[in-house]
């Protein structure tokens, strides 16, 4: 709240500290001379990131023995006493808003 406040007045400040000098129309020459923009490569590189992150995906996969962790990993929480499953949720429910709290908190300073 505090920073648009802020932006509001150094928006009218900078509107109303000084008017407008006629330069006979060199500004509109000077930017009809410009070349055109650019057209920049987003596409081309949204699909070389999504490939290269594929690729890794796939690598990782592999490199982990085809993803045999995960079973393992559930065929342990399977055998844990249902105790340690709601003190696992709950851990992870206060770190989870622990991290939101912060962030919500930072991001009201800012």
């Given at each position: 709240?505090?920073?648009?406040?802020?932006?509001?007045?150094?928006?009218?400040?900078?509107?109303?500290?000084?008017?407008?000098?006629?330069?006979?129309?060199?500004?509109?020459?000077?930017?009809?001379?410009?070349?055109?923009?650019?057209?920049?490569?987003d596409l081309l590189r949204a699909a070389i990131l999504l490939g290269m992150t594929f690729l890794a995906s796939v690598l990782a996969?592999?490199?982990?023995?085809?993803?045999?962790?995960?079973?393992?990993?559930?065929?342990?929480?399977?055998?844990?006493?249902?105790?340690?499953?709601?003190?696992?949720?709950?851990?992870?429910?206060?770190?989870?808003?622990?991290?939101?709290?912060?962030?919500?908190?930072?991001?009201?300073?800012?």
């Amino acid at each position: 709240m505090k920073q648009v406040n802020q932006e509001d007045w150094l928006d009218r400040e900078l509107r109303e500290a000084a008017p407008y000098i006629d330069d006979e129309g060199f500004t509109a020459r000077v930017l009809q001379q410009l070349p055109p923009p650019r057209r920049s490569h987003d596409l081309l590189r949204a699909a070389i990131l999504l490939g290269m992150t594929f690729l890794a995906s796939v690598l990782a996969y592999v490199v982990s023995g085809g993803g045999r962790f995960v079973s393992i990993t559930f065929e342990r929480l399977a055998v844990l006493p249902a105790l340690w499953i709601f003190v696992l949720a709950l851990a992870s429910g206060l770190v989870i808003a622990a991290v939101g709290a912060t962030a919500a908190v930072s991001r009201d300073r800012g």
